[in-house]
Structures are given as structure tokens and as C-alpha cells.
């Protein structure tokens, strides 16, 4: 590591807090959009993976910057940028018009909602945030309720192992663990692999 800048970025710029899961910090925002993290998880790899369509509307839940937003948006009919943190939706709504998009709708939300109407989503992608997440349940009822009948759960996550960046392992969960939490919530996972070499991609239907 030859910079200040990479030691941040290798240890995400944050201080844990070991009693709940972290929130990534809106002052570190930059990281989120570094060249290092494309090299490891590439937006247009992973949404690859999901299969979307022209006449599809995503929903980014815990969009941060946009690093998927903007990708998926040229892919599909809508996205709603969704994340708790208006900061972070500041910086989607400068790359917004920078780019002159039109096909985005950025919403603040609540830890434990997803303010868009029922049956409204054909795809609800979760990229790093599940592990996050403190009310899960919740967050997957309210899934239920804005997908589709036939619309899939995405949701990408660090994999369960050391390293010396992202969060600790111990707030990390397997792909089962995962898997072993949607079904309780009343999804099936449909299909398992893997997008570079330290996320896992788990895609789930309604049970």
C-alpha cells in the first residue's frame, strides 16, 4: 500500500462498531466509485448475472453512489435508487444530471421499508447490504410486497472469509446462512455463484 489513500481503501475507511452491523460512512463515499473496487467487482459482470431486460424496473436498495445504479439504468425501463443516507443520494442526483439520465427516481428511505408500491419491481438488488441489514426480516416482508410475480431477490455479499479489507468476517454471513434466511421470509434461491473473488451473488424467487 503506497498511499493514504489505498490504507483507507483497504480497510474501507471505517471504525467498526462490534455490537451492530456497520452503515458505510457518506465521508468515505469516494471508495465506493475507486478504480481498485471495479477491478474486483464489476457492476456490468455482476448484473450480467441477473438477466434484466429492457421493460424491467430495478430497485438498488442501499444504493450508495450509484456504482450499480447508473450501470442497471441503461439496462432497464427504471431504477429506484434507494439508501438511507441523503448524502449518498446527492451524489447519485449529481451523476444523474451530469449524465442526462432520465430513467432514474431516487428515494430516501427507512432502515425497515422500501417506499415504493406493490408489485412494482421486477428485481430488488442488494449489493453488500444484506450483512448490514439489523431488521432483515422486515426488509424481505417488504420485498414480497414490491416484487412481481415472477420478480427476483438479488442480493451480493462479501464472502465469509479473512481479509484485510471490508468488513470484519464476523459480521460476514455464508451463502447459506443467507439462503437459510430468505426461506424462513418466504423466498427459494433459484440460482448460486460467484462475481469476482470476494462476493457471492445469490438470485431468489418467491417461494
Not at 424491467?56 to 450501470?71: E, H, K, Q, R, S
Not at 419491481?121 to 416484487?147: A, P, T, Y
Not at 468488513?167 to 469476482?196: A, H, Y
Request: aromatic share 8%; with cysteine.
Amino acid at each position: 500500500m503506497n498511499s493514504e489513500h489505498e490504507r483507507n481503501y483497504y480497510t474501507c475507511g471505517l471504525i467498526w462498531n462490534y455490537n451492530m452491523p456497520h452503515k458505510f460512512d457518506v465521508n468515505n463515499a469516494e471508495i465506493l466509485d475507486s478504480p481498485e473496487r471495479f477491478q474486483f467487482l464489476n457492476p456490468d459482470s455482476t448484473l450480467e448475472k441477473v438477466g434484466l431486460g429492457k421493460e424491467m424496473v430495478l430497485a438498488d436498495l442501499g444504493c450508495g453512489t450509484g456504482y450499480f445504479t447508473i450501470p442497471a439504468s441503461r439496462r432497464v425501463k427504471k431504477v429506484f435508487a434507494i439508501d438511507t443516507q441523503k448524502g449518498m443520494l446527492d451524489i447519485v442526483s449529481q451523476k444523474i444530471k451530469k449524465q442526462k439520465l432520465t430513467n432514474i427516481e431516487t428515494i430516501l428511505s427507512e432502515e425497515a421499508s422500501i417506499p415504493v408500491p406493490d408489485n412494482s419491481v421486477d428485481v430488488l438488488l442488494m449489493v453488500n447490504v444484506f450483512h448490514e441489514l439489523e431488521d432483515r426480516g422486515s426488509i424481505l416482508k417488504e420485498g414480497k410486497r414490491i416484487l412481481s410475480g415472477n420478480g427476483k431477490l438479488v442480493i451480493v455479499d462479501w464472502k465469509k472469509m479473512e481479509m484485510d479489507f471490508g468488513p470484519p468476517v464476523e459480521e460476514r454471513l455464508t451463502e447459506e446462512e443467507v439462503i437459510s434466511i430468505c426461506k424462513d421470509n418466504g423466498f427459494e434461491v433459484r440460482e448460486q455463484s460467484g462475481v469476482g473473488p470476494y462476493n457471492y451473488v445469490l438470485i431468489f424467487g418467491k417461494a
